[in-house]
Structures are given as structure tokens and as C-alpha cells.
């Protein structure tokens, strides 16, 4: 293949033995030519060959194709880089001289001995075979070593000392230092930064190593067996190199040689650094003092704590908060009963107490809650906010006919004067008997009960009914009857001889209109007072003009009394609702708007359009007024209402007004107003001052109405589901929810005394998780910020 | 009352927050954990009914309704209680329950903020996740053009000069005249934890994260630097060691700084450099806003503030009127309280007037160094209209400031510390690299040490960001012992030390392919690319597709 080859200067020696000279006619002989001449001689069968070399690249490397014989290389002269780099294990080669970089790069197989120094990167790469190092050697010896397992180790054996970067990466074969006459820096015999990045492989060395790579390599004990491997090693090692009277030096002392091993994978994690708890302790609170950084001003304990705690570390607080706040039945009731307690007592099968404690509120339970009132309670029903029907507090009123009296406080011997004995005046002196007072009702009619009793229809409230509570007030108060007109000199009177007094005179004159013909019409007080007295008479078409509540009163009682149709006419939308509007549609009532009237004639109410709606009868129905003749000008009017402030109090010192002189409102809301009176001047009387904070309403939307069955409530007639289907908003129903839906199970029921119980929250086992608040049918649960700790 | 239904402007349904929850009534065991950890009370119990009817095959009875009632974990749908997405319940939940997932499409929530004529306030950071570091590459990767270098092997000189250093003439000059004054210079690590005040962070927190400086100067041998913010610093460490490893700030509030002054003739060590914060990138021309109800007896303690007073600090520093009086006035003052040892460096947030500020510090021959805080920056608690729509980038700034000095022949005299969302993406050190090589002698970082060091799960797409309200779940930003002894400042330490250690291998594995030299690559430009012409024009550095 090389027209030249027979150029080649072969010198065949003894036992086909070759000199291959490095340096011909030409001058220095290529490295690829020097390669290509020593392969020629091995093909040939040379087993023998020595070359004078002049730097050429990788000399004795390669020879693979033996044929199984083993060939000899001999170096002489100056050996370039890489001697014996792929080596191949049926290779020996040998430098009479001192090498340059990488002998036995890549080596895989090949015996290589270098009697001298050799410079860097010794072994780099070597897979197999072994290197025999007769001096020092340069940085990055035994670097990226292998261990096949199908083949010995690797082995490397140096006399002297290493360079640095020693055994970088090493991953397998066995490395042999033995410190004779090293250059190396007293105590670096392996040089600088040995073993970073070793992950296999052993190295033994004989002399003072002050580092190696602790990440990736650890010092080991040397066992027998690789002693004895040691020593043999270094008997053929010391032959190899010509220096068997070493071989005493080197092995007299076994603990002269120490021994580094690769860190295994999972000793590499845990590197000895120290750990982050104890540079803590020993350093950080050591300078800083105890309790570290803010030891010195801060007491609270630092110390790790969960996500989930209890005790003082919870960050909320269930608190049970039973009735603090009003319920919106009782909210809404002007009378201020707690509809929700009554509901609860029945809950309880207290009937009697929960009947009873009305008293406490209106003299006029059953009549008003049981028939006259529209239920404001019902209408703020949290059910109803919720699309369910309300509970039927008019169940509960009616059946508080048969409530017992209560028990007055010891009488105080004060007089309060009440003029008016309807129900705002009733309830006044109701409330001031109860206080212990003595109330005396001026009025000028023959009994007690104002309109209730002469102009509200029979149909509306049965006579028994209201008979019957009457009575019980009646029993309790004084009366004085009004004989004569009453008068501004009886009023100053009347004032000058009690403590307090309150005006009750309601609204008595009816409004009248100013259209022509209205002398042909009746004013419906009229017409009901007679009316309830069966002194009306009717017949034919009656026209009510004013088409409210008491307008659907007039016509309800005019169909009773024989009319053959009613008409309600008004100028807006009617302003009539609940039973009295229902009441008069049932009968056939209609309801005519909006409409004017010009003029009544005797054929009918003639419309500012001209039509005539016909009429036997009109009716007019635009409301009433007080008469306030008496009033001595001390006493400040409004449009000609009494004005009162938010406490009923008038322009004149201890006289109060109440009831539809101050504003037309609901019966209800008279009595209420009477509740408020009573509390002021008995308040007055004891030289307090009575407060009217009211409690927070419940938040309705705490309330859970999912625990209840929409459909039953449709037909709840008996105090017993009345009571079941009440939400009991803010009132503990004693239902046992919170102590259920508890997951630490911190929620406990305790009796106290008097019958009474609670809930609580054991602290030690609560987490603030809020399920009690979230869970209770009431909203009596309240979840707070838990104290703040520092 | 209301009539059922009822539509309100702000009544939101549970699809119009930002986060629903995703609770499984299946795996629900009902233990209370979640709701007891929810730091916003956005989840609570909720009682249900089920209907059902029933019916009988054949209707020979008549059909019925059968109620049943169930517990479940219910979310609250009220602005103030909104999911804020931090995932403490599905933390805590040993069934995997439940979990918030983020809604799909723009939440509504955002309209209703502003309930009160209040703006939204919230911690956190700017919200977009787009990172302009993050695109800039290395392309320069030495393979034989010049000495290889191995990340793994070689040794590299990850140290930064924090101080003035005049030229060699003028030193010379300097220290050879008896009253003449050399300006102190600290060799640091180039990555610093920036300014997070006591107070902002936590007790554990900030004790943690001074812990794990300590361990890696003391243990590991780097020098790494932490600034204190602006929030006074705890008399034990002022009278440490470890004050050498800190740098003080001092911004417009002044909080704690009577405290500083007093533990001065205590001091073992002088503090590493006086930081003087004039804005912040998060939030610039607004002050820090800690709230009453973080200010307890221990920030009291350190501010020098009496407790439950909010702290705002004003926007600016209040007795300065010009911009040389300004950097002068305050740079003098703050030399003459160390003896003139410690170098002392104005912070800004990034701006277009950055340049005027650092033609200022360049003829203030006391000024050690220039530190820009871009609008990635991170705050404890800001208004989210400063947050997410002021502030200047850090790139252009520092480019702009470092080819600035270059012009002037001071770009080895002035060292520029760059901050603002370094790491915003998690890629913590090609970023820092990256504004190394823009020109940045150092780097501060903040938001990246607290996700790192402390678990925080904020993002730049508006997840948890409640720093500012004292109810961090992970205790980071809370000075409730409640939440923050969540935290173990040990921990903290630790992931702080892996954090730079970590940090330190990704920066030779940047550098050492880049060939050269082993030295910090500052200004480095030529190795820098992007793939976007005109940020590749703007920055002076090569586009590359």
C-alpha cells in the first residue's frame, strides 16, 4: 500500500527483532509515517521492536494486530506525547527516558514502563493494562479511569509523587503512589485538589497528603488482602523499573501507606458539612446570646408550630353567643315580643310559660297577634327571606287568651295620668301596673278599648275575645270618666296632679271632603261605629271612597248589613293589605283606581271624567285626625300631630303622646309605643335613665333553613310545628348539631342551674375550624380573631 | 329585608372569582383542617339540602319528596373573603379533598376592589410572568477558541467589589498624602439578598435568612451580603459578628435607625455598606406600608416605634430638595457615622432619570456604587396600580448606566448592583448573569429567596400576594406568632445555603463555556444574544434566531 515501503530503514535485529529509527535522511520521520512503520513491522511478525524516537505522537500504541504473539516496544531517545495511547494487552512498551503528556491515554491493555518523569495526564482515560511510572508524574494523572468488569482494574504505579488534580474523575483501577524522592510540596504528595469528582477506584500512596476532595473520596483502612496485593504489586513494579532494592523501604512499614477510596453514591449526600441545628447552637446563639437574633426582646417561644392548633394557638374562636342578638320576628315587632323565645318554650312543652309571656309585652295578645295585627313578625320571618312560608305567630296569639296574669312589682304609690283609654293608653297603664305604679285612665266613652272595641268589626275580632282581655286590664288600672268636653284647664289639671302623664286621645275626627254633595256622605268611623252597634242600615250600591284598610272594613261590614255591592274608589293604588283587603275582595268588593271625584249626587259619586259610579250610599274613608283642642300651646304640634322624640317625650317636661295623635300607625305599634312610655317614666321615676340600645338583629344569613322540610310548612295549624318549623334564629334549640358536626369532638353540653344550659368549646381540643358556626341551625355559633399573642 | 335573588353589582357568583375551590364530597372526611387553615376565610361549612323525590314503579302511590340534609366545604363568593389561590387547604387536607383551581377565563373580582373608593393594596409583584432576562442567551460558548474552562473543575472568582475605587493614580495620590482617604472596598459575592425589611418578613424569616448568610460566610467561606431593608435592625445583631455580613439601609421612614446610632460604640464589627433607599422597583415614588396590625411589640421594639401605629414611610426623604443635595447630604452623613470606613451606595428604582442620578454619583467621589431596583421587583405591600404599571425595566437601565460609565472611562470605579425580578422565572442565575454581563457588578435578589428559602407560593399571575395583610400561610410575611411560627428559621437557613450553593454551580456552569477567564464576567456583552431585534438593538447586544 506504500509505494515507498521498501524505503522503510528496518533494521532487523535477532529473533525478528526491529530498530525503527525516528530520524531519517530526510530529517525527523512523521508520526503517521512512524506509526504506519512500527504497525508494518508487527503485521510482519516483529515481535521485538525498539525506536529512537524524536517526539513523535503515541509510540507502542495500537498494536492490535498480533495475532496473538506478544510484541515488545523499547523507546529510546524522545518519546512525544501519548506513548502506548489505546494500548493493546498483548503490548509492552518501554521508555528509556523520561515521557511527555498522556502515557497510556486511553489504555486498554497495554503494559507501560517509563523509567523517569512523566509529564501530565498520565493514565488519562486507562481501561486496562498497567503503567509503570519510575518518577514523578504531572497534573491530572489517573484521571477519568474506568473499571470494565469484564477485565482486571487498571493499575498505576508511580514511584514519586503526582501533580495536581490527581485522580480527577476517576471511575475505576487502582492507583499506586509510593513517595520515593518525589518533587512534590511537602505534604502534597497527590498535589493539589486529588480525587474531585472520583466516583471508583482505589488509591494507595506512601507520604503526607494534607487534601483530597472529602466530597468525593474518604480514607480507608488497608486490609490484609490488599496489603498482600500491595506487595506483590510493588515486587513486579520495582522489577519492572530496575529498583528492586527498594521493595524493603516500600514495605517495611505497612502504616506508612494509606489508602483513598471513591465515596459510594449514597455517602456522597450526607457530606460532612455541619449541620444547619447545630451551626444554630454553636455558632449563631453563641454570639447572639439565647433565644438568638431577638432572644433579647422577644419572650414569645419561636418554636415550630403546625398549620392546625388548638388552645391559645388556634387562630379563630368559636364563641356561643345565645340569645345577643334579636331575632328579625321580634325585630320587626313594634310590641317587641320575642316570638322566637315563645316558639322555643314550646319546644320544650312550656305552653303555659310561653303563652304567659306575652303579658309581659301587650295586654292585647290574642286580639291583636291572634287577629288584628298583620303579623310584622311574620313578615320578617327569616323563612319567608328564604322563599318558605313564616311561621304563623297568629296561631300563638290566639291561644294566648288563656295567659295568665303576671305578677306586678310592689306598688311605688306614683301616679301617671293616661288620657285615652284605647289601646296605646291600655298598654302605657298596663306596663306601669306591672312596674308597680298606678296608672289612671281618663276617657270620656262608657268602656275601655277605643277602637278595638267600638269601630273594628266583629268579624275581625271576636267579641269574646277582646272581652275578655279587656277585662283583665280593667281589673288592674284606675278609670276616670271624662263627663264633660274635655278641656285645655282639665288637661293642666290633670297634669299638675300626677307624676307623669300621657296623651292617648288617638285620631277621632274624620277627614272629610270638599266636593259638592259631600253632606250626602257618612264617614266610615261613623258608619262602623253604628255599624258594630247594628244601627246601621244598608242597602243597594255603597260607594267607599278611600279605599285602605278601613275602607275594606266599611265594605265588609256593608255587605253584612244587606248592601248588594260595594265599590272602593281611590285616587292611587289602594293602600289596603293582608286580612281586611282579602276579607272584602272575598265578599265582592271592587276596587276602583285611580280615580277622582268631582261631585256626589244623589244618583252616585260622579269621576272627574264625567262617569257615575251609582250609589245608595257613599262612604268616606280618608282617614282620621286627632282632636287636639285641649293642648295648652306648651306642647308642640306638627301638621297637627302631637310631636313627640324618639322616646315619646313632648315639648312639655313629663308629659309624653302616643298612639295615632302622634302618628297613625298599627295597633301594634301604639302598644309598643306604650312599652316605651312605661320604660322612660318608670326609669324617670327611679331617677334613671333608661336606655333603649337595642340588641344587634341576628344575621339571617347564619341562619341554616336547610335543616327544615320546605313542604311540611304548608299546613302548620298547631303550636306544636309552629314551634318545630321555627328557625329559632339566634336562640339555641338545644339541637345538638354543633356537638355533632365537631371534629375534634371539643363541643360539650352543660346544665346549669335554673334549667338552663350551654355549649362550649374545650380549648385544649378546638382548632378554630368554624364547623359549629357553619353547621348551626340557629347562628348562635360566632367565630372570633383569637387574642393577639404578642 | 331582601327578596330572594337579589342582584347586587358586587354579588359575585363562585365563577367569578379568580379561584374556585374544588372540594370532593366523596373523599371529605369533614375534619375541619382546611377551613381552620384557610388564611382568608374563604371556605367555610355549609349545610345542604337534598331533595328527592320518590317515586314507586307503577304510581300506584303517590310520589313524594324525601329530604336529606349533608355537610359540605363551602366557598365564599364576598370580595373580602375571596380565594387568593395559595393551596394551604389542599396542604392540610389528608384526603386530597380539596384544591383551588384558577378560573378560566378574567376574574371579576377585580371590578369590586375598589369598594369604598379604597384602590386594591396587596403584596407580591408585577403581575406578568414575562421575563425579558430570561430570553437574553449565552452565546458565546468557547469550545477551542479559547482556554476551556470546566464549571466542575476550575477554580473561578465569583467575588464582586462593592465601594468606590478611583483610579490608581488618584489612590496613589491619595494614600500617599497624611490626611489623604482611600474609600473603603468590600469583596463580596455578586449575588446579595436585597432589602426585605423586619417587619415585611417575619421574625422566623428574617432570623432564618441572617442565619444561612452567617453559615455561608462562616461555613462555607462565601462572602454573601443581606441588606436589612428598611425596618431598623435587632440590637443583638448590630452588636455581632455577623454585622459584617449585613448591609444597613436607611430609607425615608429612618425606622430604627436611633437604635443603630446607639449600638454603635457596641459594635464589633462595622456593618458592609450603607444602603440609602431613595425607591423601590416594586412600587416607585411610593413608601413602605406597614399596616397596625403587623406593628406588635417586637417591631415596635426594632423600628423604635410605639405599637399599633401604622408605619407608612413617605415616598421621599423629607429634607431633601435636589438631587445633589440629596445624594450628597445623605452619602456624607452616612460616612461620618462609620468614620468613613464603610462604603455607602444610593438605591433607586429603575427609571429614565437613572442616568441623571448616576452623573451625579460619578462626580461624588464618596459614592461606593449605584444600585437600580427594576419594576420586577417584589414588595411586602404596595398599591397594585404602582405594582403593576410603574416602574422601569433593569435591563435597559443598567445597560444604559454601565455603557454610560464606559463613555466616561468609570466603569471599573462605580459599581451598578442590579435587582428586580432576578429569578422571577425561577432561573435565578442566568438572570443574575445575565445583568452581570449587561454591565451590574452585583445583583440583589428578593422574591426568589423568599419562594425559595421560605415556600412562598405568590406568583405574576396574582396568586396569594396577601404579604401586605399579615396572613402569609407560610409564615413569611407575618408577625402573628400563629402563622409565623409556622416557620423554622433553621429551615430557612438551610434552603438559604442550598439556594447559593446551588446558585454558585449554575454561575460557573454559565461562565466556564463563555472561556476567557475565570473572573466575574462583567460587561461581558459580547456573549449575550435575544431573539428579539429590537430589545437586541436597545441593549447593544447581538440578535440572534
Known amino acids: ?790 | 329585608m331582601e327578596p330572594m335573588g337579589t342582584l347586587r353589582p358586587n354579588l359575585l357568583s363562585p365563577r367569578d372569582l379568580p379561584w374556585r375551590i374544588v372540594w370532593d364530597r366523596d373523599r371529605c372526611t369533614l375534619c375541619g383542617r382546611c377551613t381552620a387553615a384557610c388564611p382568608t376565610r374563604s371556605i367555610e361549612l355549609g349545610v345542604h339540602r337534598k331533595r328527592s323525590l320518590e317515586v314507586k314503579a307503577g304510581l300506584a302511590v303517590k310520589p313524594s319528596n324525601v329530604y336529606a340534609v349533608y355537610h359540605g366545604i363551602d366557598q365564599v363568593a364576598h370580595a373580602s373573603r375571596v380565594c387568593v389561590g395559595c393551596g394551604l387547604c389542599s396542604q392540610v387536607c389528608p384526603n386530597a379533598a380539596i384544591f383551588p383551581v384558577r378560573s378560566e377565563e378574567i376574574d371579576k373580582v377585580r371590578f369590586h376592589v375598589s369598594e369604598g373608593g379604597e384602590p386594591r393594596r396587596r403584596g407580591g409583584r408585577r403581575n406578568d410572568p414575562n421575563s425579558l432576562l430570561d430570553r437574553i442567551k449565552f452565546i458565546r460558548i468557547s469550545m477551542l477558541t479559547d482556554p476551556a474552562l470546566d464549571a466542575g473543575r476550575h477554580e473561578f472568582e465569583l467575588r464582586t467589589l462593592l465601594g468606590r475605587i478611583p483610579p490608581p493614580e488618584d489612590m496613589l495620590e491619595e494614600a500617599s498624602r497624611p490626611d489623604g482617604w482611600v474609600p473603603p472596598v468590600r469583596e463580596v459575592y455578586p449575588l446579595m439578598v436585597g432589602g426585605m425589611s423586619f417587619g415585611a418578613l417575619s421574625p422566623t424569616m428574617w432570623e432564618g435568612l441572617q442565619m444561612g448568610v452567617a453559615y455561608l460566610n462562616e461555613e462555607l467561606g462565601m462572602p454573601v451580603r443581606i441588606c436589612t431593608g428598611e425596618g431598623g435592625c435587632p440590637p443583638r445583631l448590630l452588636r455581632s459578628r455577623f454585622l459584617k455580613y449585613v448591609i444597613l439601609q436607611i430609607a425615608s421612614g429612618y425606622f430604627g435607625w436611633d437604635e443603630i446610632l446607639h449600638a454603635l460604640p457596641d459594635m464589633k464589627e462595622d456593618p458592609c455598606a450603607i444602603e440609602i433607599k431613595y425607591g423601590q422597583g416594586a412600587k416607585p415614588g411610593d413608601g413602605g406600608l406597614l399596616m397596625w396590625y403587623k406593628v406588635n411589640s417586637l417591631i415596635g421594639a426594632i423600628r423604635g416605634v410605639p405599637v399599633g401605629v401604622s408605619l407608612p414611610s413617605p415616598p421621599t426623604h423629607q429634607t431633601k430638595y435636589s438631587i445633589e443635595e440629596s445624594v450628597a447630604k445623605m452619602i456624607q452623613s452616612m460616612y461620618m457615622a462609620w468614620g468613613f470606613r464603610v462604603p455607602v451606595y444610593p438605591k433607586i428604582s429603575g427609571t429614565t432619570t437613572a442616568l441623571a442620578v448616576l452623573n451625579n454619583i460619578a462626580r461624588n467621589p464618596y459614592a461606593a456604587a449605584l444600585a437600580i431596583d427594576g419594576e420586577d421587583g417584589g414588595t411586602g405591600a404596595a398599591y397594585n396600580v404602582s405594582m403593576n404599571h410603574m416602574g422601569h425595566p433593569i435591563a435597559s437601565n443598567v445597560r444604559d448606566a454601565y455603557l454610560n460609565l464606559v463613555r466616561i472611562g468609570k466603569q471599573n470605579e462605580i459599581p451598578i448592583v442590579a435587582a428586580g425580578g432576578v429569578g422571577k422565572n425561577g432561573n435565578l442565575a442566568a438572570n443574575a448573569a445575565a445583568l452581570i454581563m449587561l454591565g451590574a457588578s452585583a445583583v440583589q435578589v428578593g422574591k426568589y429567596i423568599m419562594q425559595a428559602c421560605g415556600g412562598c407560593v405568590g406568583s405574576e399571575t396574582d396568586r396569594c400576594n396577601i404579604c401586605n395583610i399579615g396572613l402569609c400561610p407560610k409564615g413569611i410575611t407575618s408577625q402573628d406568632p400563629r402563622i409565623y411560627r409556622r416557620l423554622d428559621p433553621e429551615d430557612v437557613a438551610q434552603r438559604l445555603v442550598d439556594v447559593f450553593v446551588s446558585f454558585d454551580v449554575e454561575l460557573k456552569k454559565i461562565m466556564a463555556p463563555l472561556g476567557r477567564s475565570t473572573s466575574l464576567p462583567i460587561g461581558m456583552s459580547d456573549a449575550l444574544g435575544i431573539d428579539d431585534e429590537g430589545a437586541a438593538k436597545r441593549l447593544g447586544i447581538q440578535y440572534v434566531v
Not at chain 1, 202 to 216: C, L, P, V
Not at chain 1, 634 to 658: H, P
Not at chain 1, 738 to 751: K, L
Request: aromatic share 6%; proline share 5%; net charge negative.
Open chain 1, 1 to 790: 500500500m506504500w509505494s515507498d515501503r521498501d524505503a522503510f530503514p528496518v533494521t532487523p535485529g535477532g529473533d525478528c527483532t526491529v530498530f525503527i529509527q525516528g530520524r531519517d535522511a530526510n530529517g525527523r520521520v512523521d508520526s503517521r509515517i512512524l506509526e504506519e512503520r512500527i504497525q508494518e513491522a508487527v503485521r510482519q511478525g516483529c515481535t521485538k521492536i525498539e525506536v529512537q524516537a524524536y517526539g513523535q505522537h503515541g509510540i507502542g500504541g495500537r498494536l492490535w494486530f498480533t495475532g496473538g504473539s506478544h510484541v515488545k516496544v523499547d523507546v529510546f531517545g524522545h518519546p512525544g506525547q501519548r506513548v502506548g495511547a489505546m494500548g493493546s494487552p498483548f503490548t509492552t512498551v518501554e521508555v528509556h527516558a523520561p515521557a511527555s503528556d498522556d502515557v497510556g491515554w486511553l489504555n486498554a491493555g497495554a503494559t507501560i514502563i517509563v523509567h523517569g518523569d512523566a509529564t501530565n495526564g498520565v493514565a488519562n482515560a486507562m481501561a486496562q493494562g498497567r503503567i509503570y511510572i519510575a518518577g514523578d508524574i504531572g497534573a491530572r494523572g489517573m484521571t477519568m479511569t474506568k473499571h470494565n468488569p469484564r477485565f482486571d482494574p487498571p493499575e498505576l504505579w508511580v514511584l514519586g509523587g503526582t501533580g495536581d488534580s490527581f485522580a480527577e474523575f476517576m471511575a475505576g483501577g487502582i492507583a499506586v503512589v509510593c513517595g520515593i524522592d518525589s518533587r512534590s510540596k511537602e505534604g502534597y504528595i497527590l498535589g493539589h485538589r486529588p480525587c474531585v469528582g472520583m466516583v471508583g477506584g482505589k488509591i494507595f500512596f506512601r507520604g503526607h497528603q494534607k487534601e483530597i476532595s472529602d466530597a468525593d473520596a474518604v480514607f480507608v483502612r488497608i486490609t490484609d488482602e490488599e496489603w498482600d496485593w500491595l506487595r506483590s504489586g510493588l515486587s513486579r513494579f520495582l522489577k519492572a523499573i530496575g529498583k528492586e532494592y527498594l521493595e524493603e523501604e516500600l514495605t517495611h512499614d505497612r502504616s506508612a501507606w494509606e489508602l483513598v477510596v471513591a465515596r459510594r453514591p449514597s455517602e456522597k449526600r450526607t457530606r460532612d458539612r455541619i449541620p444547619m441545628g447545630r451551626f444554630r447552637k454553636e455558632v449563631w446563639d453563641r454570639e447572639l446570646g439565647p433565644g438568638g437574633l431577638i432572644g433579647d426582646i422577644s419572650k414569645v417561644d419561636s418554636s415550630r408550630i403546625g398549620v392546625i392548633e388548638t388552645g391559645e394557638l388556634r387562630r379563630f374562636v368559636p364563641h356561643w353567643e345565645n340569645e345577643s342578638a334579636m331575632s328579625p320576628c321580634q325585630a320587626a315587632c313594634p310590641t317587641g315580643i320575642p316570638v322566637q323565645k315563645r316558639w322555643s318554650l314550646v319546644r320544650m312543652g312550656e305552653i303555659e310559660k310561653a303563652v304567659d309571656l306575652a303579658l309581659a309585652y301587650t295586654p292585647f295578645p290574642a286580639t291583636v297577634c291572634g287577629y288584628l295585627c298583620p303579623n310584622l313578625c311574620m313578615e320578617a320571618c327569616t323563612r319567608r327571606a328564604k322563599g318558605m312560608t313564616p311561621v304563623d305567630t297568629s296561631v300563638l296569639g290566639r291561644a294566648s287568651i288563656e295567659a295568665k296574669d303576671p305578677s306586678p312589682s310592689p306598688p311605688s304609690g306614683r301616679k301617671v295620668a293616661i288620657i285615652g283609654g284605647g289601646p296605646a293608653g291600655l298598654s302605657v297603664a298596663w306596663q306601669l301596673w306591672m312596674k308597680g305604679h298606678d296608672p289612671v285612665v281618663f276617657d270620656r266613652d262608657a268602656r275601655l278599648g277605643g277602637k278595638i272595641r267600638d269601630v273594628i268589626p266583629f268579624s275581625r275580632i271576636p267579641k269574646e275575645v277582646f272581652d275578655r282581655e279587656l277585662r283583665r286590664v280593667e281589673e288592674k288600672i284606675t278609670r276616670v270618666r271624662l263627663e264633660d268636653p274635655f278641656s285645655e284647664q282639665l288637661f293642666e289639671d290633670i297634669v299638675n296632679r300626677h307624676d307623669f302623664t300621657v296623651i292617648a286621645v288617638g285620631a277621632n275626627d274624620p277627614r272629610t271632603l270638599s266636593v259638592k254633595g259631600a253632606r250626602r256622605t257618612i264617614a266610615a268611623l261613623d258608619f262602623l261605629r253604628a255599624a258594630k252597634r247594628n244601627k246601621m242600615k244598608v242597602k243597594g250600591n255603597v260607594v267607599v271612597i278611600g279605599a285602605g284598610n278601613v275602607g275594606c272594613d266599611v265594605a265588609t261590614e256593608a255587605y253584612r248589613l244587606g248592601a248588594s255591592s260595594v265599590t272602593l274608589v281611590d285616587i292611587q293604588k289602594p293602600a289596603s293589605f293582608g286580612k281586611e283587603r282579602e276579607a272584602a275582595e272575598a265578599l265582592g268588593a271592587k276596587f276602583v283606581w285611580p280615580v277622582r271625584t268631582e261631585r256626589i249626587t244623589d244618583d252616585g259619586v260622579v269621576l272627574s271624567d264625567g262617569s257615575t259610579i251609582p250609589a245608595d250610599m257613599v262612604v268616606v274613608s280618608i282617614g282620621d285626625t286627632p282632636n287636639l283642642e285641649f293642648l295648652p300651646d306648651t306642647i308642640d304640634t306638627e301638621s297637627g300631630m302631637i310631636r313627640v322624640d324618639e322616646r315619646y317625650r313632648t315639648s312639655r317636661d313629663r308629659v309624653y303622646a302616643i298612639g295615632d295623635c302622634v302618628r297613625q300607625g298599627l295597633i301594634t305599634d301604639a302598644i309598643g309605643a306604650g312599652r316605651i312610655v312605661a320604660s322612660d317614666i318608670d326609669a324617670r321615676l327611679k331617677g334613671e335613665d333608661a336606655t333603649f340600645d337595642r340588641m344587634p338583629s341576628v344575621d339571617v344569613a347564619r341562619i341554616r333553613l336547610e335543616y327544615y322540610e320546605p313542604q311540611a310548612l304548608t299546613e302548620h295549624d298547631d303550636l306544636a310545628s309552629c314551634a318545630q318549623t321555627c328557625a329559632s334564629c339566634g336562640l339555641c334549640r338545644d339541637c345538638g348539631m354543633c356537638e355533632a358536626v365537631c371534629p375534634t369532638q371539643a363541643i360539650s353540653r352543660r346544665e346549669l342551674q335554673g334549667g338552663l344550659f350551654e355549649y362550649a368549646a374545650d380549648p385544649g381540643k378546638c382548632i378554630g375550624c368554624g364547623f359549629c358556626a357553619g353547621a348551626c341551625p340557629c347562628g348562635i355559633w360566632e367565630m372570633r380573631e383569637n387574642d393577639p399573642l404578642v
